[in-house]
């Protein structure tokens, strides 16, 4: 159960304040072994069932770095245009909490392994925003805690908590941007195209598949406010673990709100840890938040120092992919679509998908037509992302080859998809058992056609009249009458010539 908070508006707030924003973004790298010992990352494990001595941090054991994690840190970092450190350590992170099996976190403090970056992000309208990188640092994730018995699921008002250390391990990256100034209005806009930039980032260089729904990235929205005319920051509120682009935006609008009401109240915004709620897009209070020095840091006397040579550094670089940012723009441009087209492309998740079925022999018009269409429809209607749904990019090209040759119109090649999302086997097959194919014998056709003018003979005397326009009545009645399997252009071509009528 949240609790109301008095608000004021946010433009009466943007009117007083100026937001500052910072976003800390953690990412679970996609690594097969955990960050310091061999246990499976694999989901859907039992609970507790991929852990070893080293995770659960038992004396004796010693911790093991994983280098495809150093190699994802590094890929991270020079992807965001991060200097890459000579020399870093780990240092622990030393906190008491259920879910954290040793105590402290393995973590990296004063040394990350890769800082002074930035990432250039695309707004709606097309401006594009710089947001400075702080650091990137590697560490790794805490186990999960599930709060039973309570109402929120929350550890306020539960029986009891029920442990699962599957996770404890699994390697993170953490991403810190410097303070965001000057977004002033737009800074939840900012806040949400960041980290949707960052995602397709991730994606892209296939460290992390980065599901925000399943906790692979999640953000931290820190925010404060500062008056106008002032260069002097506020106190920040940290919003933790918001975990959609949506609500990345809401939590930095709603604070913004909130927090520009107790200052305009006379009162002081505490520094503290906020949980957001998805139902009603407010925050509230978690705990008071520490200072670095109330974690204790110090380096990690069982692991060695991190010192990446600058060939194998370079020998990296070379590997990055076309950065998103001007891939969509290049994809736009050969595309021939609008800044706002594109921007829905993306918000579909379809750019990969349309790229696929280009790649696999369609037009790049006919695999947007699908994706964007009847295809987006269904993963609405069924409520999946795009990408789960039961149908290929190679498939849907088969389609729009079936409708370029002319086997299928396009009444008939939806209801070809239909059949592969219901699982009827591919375009071919549900074709050939739903006899969907257009009739193009001409035989046939002109004896639809004699029928629907024998049987409309009002019609066809205006069409013979010079009112070409009801020719529509004639061509609906021989669809009908093939079950949508003729082609609309041929049939309106043959009415016509069998009563004498030039379309001109």
């Known amino acids: 159960m949240t609790v109301t908070t008095e608000l004021v508006s946010y433009e009466d707030a943007l009117a007083a304040y100026d937001p500052v924003m910072g976003l800390e973004v953690h990412v679970e790298l996609g690594t097969r072994t955990k960050m310091f010992c061999g246990c499976s990352t694999a989901l859907g494990a039992e ?44 240092a622990r992170k ?64 539960a029986s009891h908590s029920l442990l699962d250390y599957n996770r404890a391990g699994i390697p993170l990256i953490e991403i810190v941007t410097k303070p965001i100034v000057g977004a002033g209005e737009r800074a939840p806009e900012v806040a949400k195209a960041y980290v949707a930039e960052l995602r397709e980032l991730i994606k892209a260089l296939g460290v992390s598949e980065a599901r925000m729904e399943m906790g692979q990235m999640r953000c931290d929205v820190n925010l404060s406010l500062m008056p106008k005319g002032s260069t002097r920051f506020g106190t920040r509120s940290e919003t933790k673990n918001v975990n959609s682009l949506r609500s990345v935006e809401r939590a930095a609008r709603y604070e913004v709100q909130r927090h520009a009401a107790v200052l305009n109240g006379g009162g002081k915004v505490v520094q503290e840890t906020r949980h957001f709620h998805e139902e009603d897009g407010s925050t509230t209070s978690g705990r008071i938040k520490e200072e670095a020095e109330d974690y204790r840091y110090f380096p990690e006397p069982d692991l060695v120092p991190v010192a990446p040579s600058r060939e194998w550094v370079e020998e990296l670089r070379a590997t990055l992919p076309e950065l998103p940012r001007l891939r969509r723009n290049r994809l736009r441009e050969e595309w021939g679509v609008s800044e706002t087209d594109m921007q829905s492309i993306l918000n579909a998740g379809a750019v990969d998908l349309i790229v696929a079925t280009v790649e696999a022999g369609a037009d790049s018009a006919s695999a947007r037509k699908w994706w964007m269409g009847e295809l987006a429809r269904n993963a609405n209607e069924s409520g999946r992302a795009l990408e789960e749904l039961p149908i290929t990019p190679e498939q849907v090209a088969q389609v729009t080859a079936l409708v370029t040759d002319g086997s299928l119109n396009d009444k008939l090649a939806r209801q070809a998809i239909e059949g592969v999302l219901a699982g009827e086997g591919d375009p071919d097959t549900v074709v050939e058992k739903r006899g969907l194919k257009v009739v193009s014998d001409e035989g046939a056709l002109g004896a639809a056609v004699d029928e629907a003018i024998a049987g409309n003979a009002a019609i066809a005397d205006k069409i013979r009249g010079g009112k070409v326009a009801a020719v529509g009545a004639l061509v609906g009645a021989v669809m009908k009458a093939t079950r949508g399997q003729a082609d609309a252009a041929r049939v309106k071509e043959l009415i016509l010539e069998k009563l004498g009528v030039s379309e001109g």
């Open 47 to 90: 609970p507790n069932t991929q852990t070893c001595p080293t995770c659960l941090g038992l004396p004796g054991s010693l911790p093991v770095m994983n280098a495809i994690g150093v190699e994802s840190a590094i890929k991270i970092g020079l992807a965001l245009h991060c200097e890459i450190a000579e020399w870093c350590r780990f």
């Open 94 to 157: 030393n906190y008491f909490y259920p879910d954290m099996p040793k105590n402290f976190q393995t973590s990296q403090y004063d040394e990350p392994i890769a800082f002074d970056g930035y990432l250039d992000v695309q707004l709606e309208d097309g401006e594009v925003f710089r947001v400075e990188i702080e650091r990137a640092h590697m560490e790794e994730d805490t186990g999960k805690s599930t709060h039973v018995g309570g109402a929120t699921g929350r550890i306020h008002g």
